[in-house]
């Protein structure tokens, strides 16, 4: 099976950073994967990881531990719009995507 | 390249009834997922197509659901006799390959069962 956790809510203020951690139990591993998701909408794709080590995409930086079954998901100088559910998910050996609850991340002034 | 869409984006609809949607992924893209996701959780898995072929079903999906993918392009998700705890948001993505076979996501279809 498959246990991806992460928590619920974070608050941070604009400008600032914030850092969503990812832990998972998964019987296989072939990527793992962060999502955007604002209230209503489709999740939007952020970040792949499948090597250890950091992946840095503008303001956004992803980071994975294999051994560890670890990742976090990095947001730096935020943005009011950057308010959003922050999903991880990891592909197993069967291409399945097997997502965590999200993290809600509240921006404020 | 349009990107995956859904129709309808809405649709409530009485107990009982039956419902379906459909799903147009992004040109050429062979594999297809759809997923279920409500409140507060992250997308569940439903079932997945590769180019016609429907390959793996999850427990998930009882036998009021079905899907198809008759010639490999758009797919439709077929909810019979529906109840109160389908209500969800149902999602389509699609994935061709490419670095880390990203799936891509359409924007959903709420349904609201009465």
């Known amino acids: 099976g498959q246990n991806i956790d992460q928590p619920t809510e974070m608050t941070a203020t604009e400008g600032a950073i914030v850092q969503i951690n990812c832990t998972y139990q998964?019987?296989?591993?072939?990527?793992l994967f962060w999502y955007q998701q604002h209230a209503g909408e489709a999740p939007t794709f952020l970040s792949y990881n499948v090597l250890d080590g950091l992946e840095e995409k503008g303001r956004f930086s992803s980071f994975l531990s294999r051994s560890k079954g670890y990742s976090y998901l990095l947001l730096k100088e935020l943005q009011m719009k950057d308010s959003a559910s922050y999903l991880c998910a990891v592909r197993g050996d069967d291409y399945k995507l097997s997502f965590g609850a999200g993290t809600t991340v509240t921006v404020r002034a | 390249d349009t990107g995956v869409s859904q129709n309808p984006r809405h649709k409530i609809t009485k107990r009982g009834q039956n419902v379906t949607f459909r799903c147009d992924p992004i040109?050429?893209?062979?594999?297809l997922y759809w997923y279920r996701q409500t409140l507060g959780q992250g997308p569940e898995f439903l079932t997945y197509?590769?180019?016609?072929?429907?390959?793996?079903k999850s427990r998930l999906l009882s036998d009021r659901f079905s899907a198809e993918r008759p010639k490999g392009s758009f797919s439709t998700l077929e909810i019979q006799r529906t109840e109160q705890g389908d209500s969800a948001m149902y999602l389509c993505?699609?994935?061709?390959?490419?670095?880390?076979?990203?799936?891509?996501f359409g924007p959903g279809t709420r349904l609201t069962v009465l």
């Open positions: 998964t019987s296989g591993f072939n990527g």
């Open positions: 993505a699609s994935t061709g390959g490419g670095r880390g076979d990203t799936q891509y």
């Open positions: 040109s050429e893209h062979n594999r």
């Open positions: 197509f590769q180019n016609e072929a429907q390959l793996e």
